[in-house]
Nanobody
């Protein structure tokens, strides 16, 4: 069973930066997408950024575009989320998830815009890491 483990969360002041990591327990074969999702208290979980394992194509939600950068290191089986210019509204538990490219997930955007209910179909989830942005 593939496991995903997030790390890198913490507390920062507004304007600060954090880098999250999502490490897979083994090499991932085939076509897949890995995404970062977040859930703030009282809100639905939302897609933040997604990256394709095959060609590295990316997608960002409007709320983080220009501030966050997703990347991957296939040699380390790890996906990163560099978060700059953090705002209090970025405070949430951040999760990484993996799903296979198929009839439901056809593009990186398709994965990132899945509703919380649809996200339950994703193949693998990490345990989450807390990000708190506060002065």
């Amino acid at each position: 069973q593939l496991k995903l483990v997030e790390s890198g969360g913490g507390s920062v002041q507004p304007g600060g930066s954090l880098r999250l990591s999502c490490a897979a327990s083994r090499f991932i074969m085939g076509y897949y997408v890995i995404g970062w999702f977040r859930q703030a208290p009282g809100k639905e979980r939302e897609g933040v950024s997604c990256i394709a394992g095959s060609d590295g194509s990316t997608y960002y939600s409007d709320s983080v575009k220009g501030r966050f950068t997703i990347s991957r290191d296939n040699a380390k089986n790890t996906v990163y989320l560099q978060m700059n210019s953090l705002k209090p509204e970025d405070t949430a538990v951040y999760y990484c998830a993996l799903d296979r490219v198929g009839s439901r997930i056809t593009t990186v955007q398709a994965m990132c815009v899945q509703s919380q209910e649809e996200q339950e179909e994703f193949a693998n989830w990490g345990q989450g890491t807390q990000v708190t942005v506060s002065s």
